[in-house]
């Protein structure tokens, strides 16, 4: 088989192929076989009419679609492996010829794996930020737990104070009628937490025990209800009492009860090391993508509309599992951020290039440094994975395997080894 390539732009290549006569003949004779199966001659049981007499009623055409069905896909795999092209898309073919005793011809177009020039990668000028644990951490941490296990308690004062929980009975009146859903017994409204109509929990402030005030508010303009939205209305409240929140002691009770752990130094201790493991693994995360964004933005790559699309449907995909495993449907979860599914894409088109153009570079970094996964690799990922699943190894093995996945497991190793020869070099 003869094959001449041709660089055209755009990341585009073409490619002219040429078949031996030989194996035409071979298409040709496969290609009755298939056609003479339908065919009623008179004189010749259906299916068994002699292929002469077949090209003389119907003409040697009728056999050329069929015999081309199986020279060109196998001559355009032989023709990407032979010119060792890598295609992100499927190829238009063209200009196709075939005749019996005559070697066929055909044209195909195909867009291919785009060029990367690389820029410096190595001794790249990124420091890693600050991962040590500060004390208003973990201050912060310990007065959440502290909240959490606070209660109310009745205060021994008359007078409301921002920060208290008023507990109330009101009524609400627009145009001197009572609304629906604007009135309630014993609520409890914490001053200050801005749960209420602007205006309203402000003027409680200074309110006694036993006492009544008329509060006038207006519903914000956006209000989810139609008929109350941008309306002024009235409330009569009265204050039936006031509760403080009362904080437990941080000590060694606090944390036996809180807690695992039966001191309040051990409790302290546990949170120091959870969140120093987590800043050191965000740090260490955003550290290695700082890494890839800088190579890639020092590398030239012609990035097109396909390696586009293709990010974007993985990212639309990874979004719709996600979304389905909350329970919602991708479709619905949009509509509800006010877009649909083109709008998604167009938003997050400059991402996907990103993307698109970071795992190009990071391949060819993996070129350029020889980085390669053994099958003793391999076979330590797969048997990671078998025992986050608690299965067996062999049987993750052959799941991948039977869903063609094994070299998409190994691209992904051999990514990750190329981010870890970015942090080595750096």
Do not use: C
């Amino acid at each position: 088989m003869d094959i001449n390539k041709e660089k055209l732009e755009g990341n585009k290549v073409k490619l002219e192929v040429e078949i031996e006569s030989e194996e035409v003949d071979k298409a040709l004779e496969q290609a009755y076989r298939k056609v003479v199966k339908d065919i009623s001659i008179p004189g010749f049981r259906k299916g068994k009419a002699p292929r002469k007499i077949v090209e003389q009623r119907f003409g040697e055409e009728v056999l050329h679609k069929d015999a081309l069905d199986i020279l060109i896909p196998k001559g355009y795999s032989q023709a990407v492996e032979e010119t060792d092209i890598e295609p992100v898309d499927q190829p238009d073919i063209d200009d196709f010829y075939i005749s019996k005793g005559e070697a066929a011809k055909f044209t195909a177009v195909v867009e291919v794996k785009p060029e990367v020039e690389l820029g410096e990668y190595k001794g790249l000028d990124i420091e890693k930020e600050d991962a040590s644990v500060k004390e208003e951490e973990i201050n912060s941490r310990l007065e959440k737990m502290q909240d959490e296990h606070s209660q109310l308690a009745t205060a021994d004062r008359e007078e409301l104070q921002e920060g208290d929980y008023a507990i109330i009975d009101f009524t609400g009146y627009m145009d001197g009628e009572e609304f629906p859903g604007g009135s309630g017994e014993e609520y409890s409204l914490e001053i200050g937490s801005g749960s209420f109509i602007p205006g309203f929990e402000d003027q409680l402030v200074g309110m006694e025990v036993g006492t009544e005030k008329q509060v006038e508010v207006t519903f914000p303009e956006d209000y989810h209800a139609d008929d109350l939205a941008g309306k002024d209305v009235s409330f009569d409240v009265e204050l039936k009492e006031i509760k403080i929140k009362k904080s437990p002691e941080l000590d060694d009770e606090f944390a036996l009860e809180a807690s695992e752990y039966e001191t309040i130094d051990e409790l302290t201790e546990s949170i120091r090391k959870e969140i120093a493991e987590k800043k050191e693994e965000s740090t260490e995360n955003q550290f290695r993508e700082e890494l890839i964004k800088k190579a890639a933005e020092n590398a030239e790559v012609n990035i097109t509309d396909t390696l586009i699309d293709e990010q974007l449907d993985q990212m639309y995909s990874s979004l719709a599992q996600s979304i389905s495993q909350q329970g919602m449907d991708v479709g619905d979860y949009l509509s509800y951020m006010g877009m649909d599914e083109a709008g998604w894409r167009e938003q997050n088109k400059e991402t996907a290039a990103e993307r698109a153009k970071e795992i190009l570079v990071l391949e060819a970094i993996a070129e350029a440094e020889e980085i390669e996964v053994t099958d003793e690799a391999l076979d330590k990922e797969i048997d990671k994975i078998a025992e986050m699943h608690e299965q067996d190894a062999e049987q993750i093995k052959a799941i991948f395997q039977m869903q063609g996945q094994l070299d998409t497991l190994k691209e992904d190793i051999r990514r990750q080894k190329t981010i870890d020869f970015l942090v080595e070099n750096n």
